[in-house]
């Protein structure tokens, strides 16, 4: 039985006087306890999106969400606020993009820690303060102690990263969602967060949903990896075939257009072109369509679904083939 | 947090140094200086020559300045030209009336201005928030003295409920202790005093409420909104806070920022509302004395005048600055 179990989820932004924007689209994916999934994409493919929703955090105005979201056979979508605030914090668990603006300027890190100990484990607020100092331990923060009675503004980028990862872990939840952990921070700092969240997550066998747009993070952390475009997915493959053999021409453009230390000098990147506003509706046809090199008449008209190919899923007309699918040493 | 605050404290000197060099100067720029406004528009050159002299009007500029200077810090105003008396003393006494009207209307504006600002934003769009915003709207364009005849005219002539104008029945013999009327009455135990001193200060204070009350109800609003779709309150909805603990800790401690700073720019504004609900309502505090002064030249009270509401403004606003300290630990660092 999965942990998590998302199915055909989709969101739809609805505004007055604009079109309804489909941000997630028939999404399904599932998360077994203990193991690391990636959701990869660009900005714009519904990662974040997917989410939100799974914590119930969108904007009741204006966002409607469908499909089902399970969780340790709790249906999600169906909660109401309060059920939702028991959990979220609790059970599940979340780590934001920017470490900075995702913690309250005015409150104590100390504080913002005690808050959850105190509303999900029933601590005292001295009970709590002591789990806290061990929490920032734990997450490598120097000093706790002293470091408690700060502010956020007076903390690095790094160790308010480590803050919002002890908030996240506090109730030890059984899984953890990290949204972009480490896009605002320093490439040195990443390294060490995100062998601070795999070492955090295989102690305390908490499942994790990393979601980025960095290849180089999948690589290093997820056991199953869903590649998204255009609100969908359009990859999955366990990491390992998803690197060597990438069969959807999106992924494989991903992977292509990162730089390799050992390609001849002079050797000039290859892009994909075009951007994501190039997008035709998955109604007609292939989203990426515009923008693939493998692109036929099928793809502009015909949406493909995603099916089971060669041990992974794929929604392609003419995926990569896989004698040119091997991607060798690209990370 | 106390160096801060001394810190404060040490950044008004200067501030009010500059500020006596203006007044004394704007002052001297005027036409028609003090001695015609002594002896009369049809006074001889000789005579205002001589007026001049008597006044040190003569002296060098500069030497004037110090001595004006020399006289402020030991409290020494001067005496109004219109009635003879010592400006402090004047001013002593019309202050309480002044400072009463004030903390009154300004605490009924931040009494019910944060709240409606804070409900509007969170019934966004619907028609408790339109309702709000359209009242504040016309809070702040109906003019303070329209309003407070319109209140008189409402409260006294029609329902007669509240008395129409000064600061105490005729028949109630209040003992003077601090100025303050409602205060007044609590120290000397005359409660019929003190009720009686309520029930005046109740329409001026209104009146004079509106306008920084609109301005708290919009700028609590507008905050609010900012705030409720910052990163960290929705960190702090991941972690499962009760919604009572996110509006209060997380949205409110930070939109009351900038709400801060309104309420000691609107304190300021106050003052020069104050003498227009003051006529209106026959208050006699600051300013009716500065409303006579200006129009009798009275210089020596203009410039104790103008000094005590700089005096005042810059208090008020180290004492914003000390309450956003308080609330926004970024601001204690710099």
Redesign the interface.
């Known amino acids: 039985m999965a942990l998590l179990d998302v199915r055909d989820l989709s969101v739809v932004f609805k505004r007055k006087g604009t079109r309804p924007f489909t941000a997630v689209d028939g999404v399904s994916f599932s998360v077994e306890p203990g193991q690391t999934v990636g959701l990869v994409g660009e900005s714009g493919s519904g990662k974040s999106v997917t989410s939100l929703a799974i914590?119930g955090?969108l904007p009741k105005r204006g966002a409607e969400i469908g499909g089902s979201v399970t969780f340790s056979d709790t249906e999600l979508l169906t909660l109401s606020?309060k059920q939702?605030?028991?959990?979220?914090?609790?059970d599940l668990?979340?780590v934001?993009q920017?470490p900075l603006?995702?913690?309250?300027?005015?409150?104590t890190i100390g504080l913002q820690i005690t808050?959850?100990l105190e509303?999900?484990r029933g601590m005292t607020r001295k009970e709590a303060r002591v789990e806290a100092a061990e929490l920032l331990d734990r997450v490598g923060l120097p000093d706790p102690q002293r470091r408690i009675d700060e502010?956020p503004?007076q903390l690095s980028g790094g160790m308010r990263q480590r803050v919002?990862i002890a908030?996240?872990l506090a109730c030890r939840p059984k899984l953890l969602i990290a949204d972009e952990p480490t896009t605002a921070l320093d490439v040195t700092i990443q390294a060490q967060i995100l062998s601070l969240l795999s070492e955090l997550v295989s102690e305390t066998d908490t499942a994790l949903i990393m979601i980025t747009h960095d290849l180089g993070v999948v690589a290093g952390l997820c056991d199953d990896v869903n590649v998204m475009y255009g609100g969908r997915i359009v990859e999955r493959a366990q990491r390992h075939d998803l690197f060597e053999r990438s069969r959807h021409p999106y992924t494989h453009g991903l992977l292509q257009s990162i730089p390799r230390l050992n390609a001849p000098r002079g050797e000039p990147l290859t892009p994909i072109r075009g951007s994501v506003s190039d997008n035709i509706e998955w109604e007609q046809g292939c989203a990426f369509a515009p923008r693939c090199p493998n692109a036929t008449d099928v793809c502009w008209s015909e949406p493909p679904e995603l099916k089971a190919d060669d041990g992974r899923m794929l929604r392609c007309h003419n995926p990569v083939a896989i004698g040119d699918a091997v991607t060798e040493g690209a990370l | 947090m106390l160096r801060f605050t001394v810190r404060r404290l040490l950044q008004a000197v200067p501030t009010l140094f500059v500020l006596s060099i203006l007044v004394f100067a704007w002052l001297r720029m005027l036409p028609g200086g003090p001695a015609t406004a002594l002896l009369g528009d049809k006074a001889t050159p000789e005579r205002v020559a001589a007026m001049n002299a008597v006044l040190g009007l003569d002296d060098p500029i500069v030497v004037q300045y110090f001595r004006f200077l020399g006289r402020t810090l030991t409290g020494d105003f001067g005496n109004s030209l219109i009635t003879g008396d010592p400006v402090m003393e004047e001013v002593s006494w019309a202050f309480p009336a002044t400072l009463e009207l004030s903390v009154a209307a300004m605490f009924l504006a931040v009494l019910f201005g944060i709240p409606m600002g804070y409900i509007a934003a969170r019934f966004r769009g619907r028609f408790l928030d339109n309702a709000t915003v359209i009242t504040t709207l016309v809070g702040v364009a109906v003019p303070v003295f329209f309003l407070g005849f319109l209140l008189k005219y409402i409260f006294t002539q029609e329902m007669s409920l509240l008395p129409p104008s000064g600061r105490h029945d005729v028949l109630i013999d209040a003992t003077r202790v601090t100025g303050i009327a409602t205060l007044d009455g609590l120290l000397t135990g005359e409660f019929d005093a003190t009720w009686d001193a309520m029930l005046h200060l109740i329409l001026p204070s209104v009146a004079l409420a509106s306008i920084p009350f609109a301005v708290i109800v919009r700028i609590t609003r507008a905050s609010v909104l900012d705030v409720q779709g910052e990163d960290f309150v929705r960190t702090a909805d991941s972690k499962g806070l009760t919604t009572q603990i996110v509006r209060k800790r997380h949205v409110l401690r930070n939109a009351l920022l900038p709400v801060s700073t309104t309420i000691g720019l609107q304190t300021g504004l106050l003052m020069s509302g104050a003498v227009l609900t003051e006529k209106v309502f026959a208050w006699g505090g600051l300013g009716t004395l500065l409303e006579q002064a200006i129009q009798q030249r009275d210089y020596p009270r203009l410039q104790g005048l103008i000094l005590l509401f700089a005096v005042v403004f810059v208090l008020v606003n180290l004492l914003v600055d000390i309450s956003y300290a308080i609330i926004d630990p970024r601001v204690r660092v710099r």
């Open positions: 914590m955090l606020d939702l605030r028991d959990r979220r914090g609790r668990g979340m934001f920017d603006s995702s913690l309250n300027p005015v409150i808050e959850v509303r999900h502010y503004h919002l908030i996240a």
